[in-house]
């Protein structure tokens, strides 16, 4: 995807999301600005370079790759269903995690949550994909409910419990699952859920590591968190040692997505994902000069 698409994507969204805000009403629309601005964007216009991290989730791009016969409107549709539910997420998210807002977060996310829904039912009828948007959104709602419980320091966090956590971020999976079941490529489902998952793994370990001090913080122990401190050492000194193989694990679950991005003949998948990797590598360079930093800050303290 060229920067003219981008472009092109990104004012349809823009001018969109500006009719959703204007139609949700004056009580619920300062909660919707707020959410709006909290994560790069304005009620007119979608921050392009939010959309299109390289470091976010794909979910306009999954849209693109996958559809090969949709006309121009229709994934226009589908791409605005995908943000529709990334913005619920992200209030619901924002309530829980940092008591952001009150009662007015849960109905706007409720409005939100309708329109990518209405977007959807506007074109696909297939029982098989409304059964996966039901399975998906169940379990995410489990996910959520799950995490506060999970994150207490006493609490037990099994692999079982880290899968539940890791399907918050699913219902990525649905817009481009309607791409296929709109062109009778539903058989292609099983490879779509094997992508998206690696993607959102590769993703939650990325930002799981880099919050990890916040988090420590903030008393929320992820499953990262306790990897880290489980040896008792300082949480930086972790960090700095397992920075290498956190790289390494997340190239092998984009290398994973990679074979299934090309048996669902994804052809714009390989560009993205070596924009993601040079960020992720980018990004953990940034993380350790920063401790070097401070290391030297530290010693000329004590010098």
């Given amino acids: 995807m060229d920067s003219l698409e981008r472009e092109t994507i990104t004012n349809g969204l823009s001018a969109r999301l500006a009719v959703l805000v204007d139609g949700v009403g004056s009580d619920l629309r300062p909660a919707f600005v707020d959410i709006l601005s909290r994560h790069g964007h304005s009620p007119q216009r979608l921050n392009e370079a939010v959309l299109f991290h390289p470091l976010g989730h794909p979910m306009v791009q999954l849209i693109d790759w996958a559809a090969t016969s949709l006309d121009p409107q229709t994934q226009l549709?589908?791409?605005?269903?995908?943000?529709?539910?990334?913005?619920?997420?992200?209030?619901?998210d924002d309530l829980l995690?940092?008591?952001?807002?009150g009662s007015e977060v849960t109905l706007l996310s409720t409005v939100i949550l309708a329109r990518h829904q209405a977007l959807l039912a506007r074109h696909v009828a297939d029982v098989s994909f409304w059964t996966l948007f039901e399975e998906r959104w169940a379990a995410y709602a489990a996910g959520m409910a799950a995490e506060e419980r999970l994150h207490h320091p006493t609490s037990a966090f099994t692999d079982e419990d880290y899968e539940m956590v890791l399907q918050r971020s699913m219902p990525l999976l649905?817009?481009?699952?309607?791409?296929?079941?709109?062109?009778?490529?539903?058989d292609q489902v099983p490879d779509?859920?094997?992508?998206?998952?690696?993607?959102?793994r590769a993703t939650q370990l990325y930002n799981d590591f880099h919050?990890?001090?916040?988090?420590?913080?903030?008393?929320?122990?992820?499953?990262?968190?306790?990897?880290?401190?489980?040896?008792g050492h300082p949480i930086g000194r972790e960090m700095v040692r397992m920075s290498?193989?956190?790289?390494?694990?997340?190239?092998?679950?984009?290398?994973?997505?990679?074979?299934?991005?090309?048996?669902?003949?994804?052809?714009?998948?390989?560009?993205?994902?070596?924009?993601?990797?040079?960020?992720?590598?980018?990004?953990?360079?940034?993380?350790?000069?920063?401790?070097?930093?401070?290391?030297?800050?530290?010693?000329?303290?004590f010098g």
């Fill in 174 to 186: 649905i817009p481009p699952a309607a791409v296929l079941a709109l062109e009778d490529r539903s």
């Fill in 244 to 301: 290498h193989d956190v790289v390494t694990e997340i190239e092998s679950l984009v290398d994973d997505g990679r074979q299934s991005a090309h048996r669902l003949g994804f052809v714009g998948f390989e560009s993205w994902a070596r924009q993601r990797m040079a960020a992720v590598r980018a990004g953990h360079e940034a993380l350790l000069a920063s401790f070097l930093d401070q290391a030297r800050t530290t010693l000329d303290e």
């Fill in 77 to 92: 549709d589908l791409m605005e269903s995908a943000v529709a539910g990334y913005l619920a997420v992200r209030a619901q």
């Fill in 97 to 101: 995690d940092e008591a952001v807002g």
């Fill in 211 to 231: 919050d990890a001090p916040d988090d420590l913080r903030a008393g929320n122990h992820t499953r990262m968190v306790r990897r880290l401190t489980a040896s």
């Fill in 192 to 200: 779509l859920t094997v992508l998206v998952d690696r993607l959102v």
